[in-house]
């Protein structure tokens, strides 16, 4: 008994540890957040060109970046499990303002409007 009591908490803990294998080509968190951040401008173009498509943008994004969009899924979904999503979406907010100086006041309202909208 005492032999198997350790046995089961090892497997135990392996059992429960978060696994998530690294994709093939993965991209290090500031080129995710640099994709995200232009993928994010790229999507403002429907509001000017509302019958516009920004498959063509994203296309040369992942070119720019020599990815393919299998890829931005997969180490989207790596991030995303490891919960290092938040701190590269933080990243890729900052690259926006930093292109985009006035929409520094965009995201703050709109930062606004969803803390209005959370109950306390």
Known sequence: MKKIFPFIVLLGLIACAEYIASPKNQLSKEEMAGIIAELSLNEQTLFVQPKGSTEEGAYFIFKKYNISSQDFKD??????????????????????????????????????????????
Do not use: F, G, S, V
């Open 75 to 120: 180490n989207y979904t790596y991030y995303l499990a490891k919960k290092e999503m938040p701190k590269i979406l933080d990243k890729a907010q900052k690259k926006i303002i930093e292109m985009h100086p006035k929409a520094k006041e965009h995201i703050q309202q709109e930062d606004k409007l969803q803390n209005a909208e959370r109950p306390e």
